[in-house]
């Protein structure tokens, strides 16, 4: 992540503005062509900028104009809540929009809760049922129960936010003020050019050698193998993946993401598994990875791909608007599930960055891998915080650890046709730059989807990122917000937890994160719950560690050794194995 000197703001301008007028610049230069009837300015012109512009102005015609339509349409409703779980929500986050005065100050929007949410702090009531009506009832004002069964539910929460504002709300609509609503308003996005995903798709080889030569081995699902190893008719994800000629079919049956592993062969730890976040896929993480690698080159490691969230152009999200490109909550759970048992991975360290810390937080609110229970009924467990946290005695033992083998990636994979493959144990979770902490302040969603950028981090997110025309629409169709935040009271008490905090992170509310977290007012670069001066409760404690950088930006944590050592020491702890 770019910092916010005035020479990286020169840069990111350019550089954007290079990106954005390659092509007009060519449907320019098509034009004289045909304004002349020959190659423009043929005796300065390079044999191959013709061909160049007629694809770069094509690739903007027949892929982006088509696409940008189709990436407006929802592929699948969001999670459905019943009144119990609309109330219990609300309430838990009407109880979390205050802090202590002396905490680190939150920023303007979230100091006066809802207001945040709104364009403008000058709302009326029809504003208010717009922003509830989004926020829990996941629709519009047209919806026909609006005047009917929810009417007295939806008085009740304009009744609270009222309270918390300390005024009423006067009648109306105030026509100028629209409320953030992630899932309803126009997915934005900005054209790339051909060019860019060039440098995408090299970028993207680069990684794959370097991963390569660090004992990883590719597997991806069959329709995302070269046209020579599969029978199908066109390619799945765009750029090419020129690696993939060497990739192997995925032997875990599922058709949903691809993923990098290191074989495991010793008993002395737990296996890893990464979760990226949003950008260019695992090329922010190589030196990361190979900092682990070096930790215990006998360690094994699984690194997951998430392309609709990585520069890549997914064909599910433009043949089929039907079929999301990313997957929803329970079939995620249940890929990644398949995938770890086809490894042999019974128990496993789980390390997730941004976006992926929002898969982390499915994983951690998943209290029996989905078996034997209605879905509904588990998501409002999981809202209430009543979930039964009992475990299998044995979960803490070391009885079914992965043996100190090397694994096949065919070993102990569940039958195909099981609908939900058992849920692993994860001993531990490492997340860093969190997303789902206090998801119900409008932070995050303002800050990746609404902010006007102006400083040159804020420029970089902007452009390569929030309006990245597939990521636009992960975060703006697949995105709920109700299935993605993750409270303190979802940590399991059996299990090691430790989440790392940029004080600087334009996207994250990291003070109000680690004021939430910690429960203390003092900033401590390390903070454990076994430290604490709170620890001592009727509640059973957290096993928690904060790890807060009050100078980094989003990700910069990456950057350099001497960053990252936190992350690896805490990785290095977690995944020994201590034989009892």
């Known amino acids: 992540m770019l910092g916010r000197t005035i020479h990286e703001h020169i840069f990111i301008l350019i550089s954007i503005a290079l990106l954005r007028l390659v092509a007009p610049a060519s449907f320019l230069y098509l034009f004289l062509c045909l304004y002349t009837r020959s190659l423009a300015i043929n005796h300065l012109a390079h044999p191959l900028i013709f061909p160049i512009a007629l694809l770069e102005v094509s690739f903007y015609l027949l892929v982006y104009i088509p696409r940008k339509g189709v990436l407006q349409k929802a592929t699948y409703t969001a999670p459905s809540l019943t009144p119990e779980q609309r109330h219990a929500l609300f309430l838990r986050c009407s109880q979390h929009v205050s802090f202590s005065s002396t905490s680190s100050a939150p920023s303007a929007l979230t100091s006066t809760y809802p207001l945040g949410w709104f364009s403008s ?27 009917d069964s929810w009417k007295d539910e939806i008085n009740a929460y304009v009744a609270r936010v009222e309270e918390i504002l300390g005024r009423k709300v006067e009648a109306g609509k105030e026509m100028k003020t629209k409320a953030l609503r992630l899932t309803l308003d126009e997915v934005k996005m900005v054209h790339r050019p051909l060019v860019w995903y060039m440098i995408v798709a090299l970028v993207d080889f680069v ?5 390569y030569y660090l004992g990883f081995r590719q597997y991806v699902p069959l329709n995302q193998l070269p046209l020579r190893l599969r029978n199908i008719t066109s390619p799945s994800i765009f750029p090419p993946r020129f690696f993939g000629v060497f990739a192997q ?27 990226h976040g949003i950008g260019i896929g695992l090329h922010p993480y190589t030196a990361f990875i190979q900092d682990l690698v070096r930790l215990d080159p006998n360690q094994g490691i699984l690194l997951v791909e998430l392309l609709p969230i990585s520069m890549h152009i997914c064909s599910s999200s433009t043949s089929d608007p039907q079929t999301p490109a990313m997957l929803p909550r329970r079939d995620m759970l249940d890929a990644l599930y ?82 939900h493959p058992p849920k692993p144990t994860f001993t531990s979770h490492l997340l860093i730059d969190p997303i789902p902490f206090l998801l119900h302040l409008p932070d995050v969603a303002f800050n990746f989807l609404y902010r006007v950028p102006k400083r ?21 169709r697949c995105f709920f917000w109700t299935e993605n935040i993750l409270w303190k009271e979802d940590l399991d008490e059996k299990i090691k937890f430790a989440v790392v905090l940029s004080g600087k992170d334009q996207i994250v509310p990291a003070p109000l994160v680690r004021r939430y977290l910690t429960g203390e007012d003092e900033v401590k670069h390390l903070w454990s719950s076994s430290s604490a001066s709170n620890s001592v409760t009727d509640k059973p404690a957290i096993d928690l560690e904060v790890i807060y950088n009050p100078d980094l930006d989003h990700a910069m944590v990456f950057d350099t050794k001497e960053r990252r050592k936190d992350m690896v020491d805490v990785l290095d702890r977690f995944t020994m194995v201590h034989v009892t």
């Open 207 to 211: 990684t794959s050698v370097k991963l």
């Open 338 to 419: 398949r995938t770890m048992h086809s490894l042999g991975m019974s128990h496993a360290v789980l390390a997730a960055h941004s976006y992926g810390t929002v898969i982390a937080a499915h994983v951690i609110r998943d209290r029996d891998g989905g078996q034997g229970r209605d879905e509904r009924e588990q998501e409002k467990d999981g809202l209430d915080g009543n979930v039964d946290k009992d475990r299998d005695p044995d979960r803490d033992t070391l009885r079914h650890r992965n043996k100190a083998t090397n694994i096949h990636p065919s070993a102990s994979q569940p039958p195909a046709n099981e609908l």
């Open 121 to 147: 702090p000058t709302l009326k009531r029809e504003n208010l049922i717009e922003w509830i009506l989004w926020a829990l009832f996941s629709c519009d004002p047209s919806h026909p129960h609006v005047e």
């Open 456 to 476: 040159a981090n804020e420029w970089q997110l902007w452009y390569f990122a929030s309006r990245d025309p597939d990521i636009a629409f992960t975060l703006g």
């Open 249 to 275: 079919p995925s032997p875990s049956a599922t058709e949903y993401f691809s993923y990098w592993y290191r074989p495991h062969r010793t008993s002395d730890r737990d296996p890893i598994v990464f979760i």
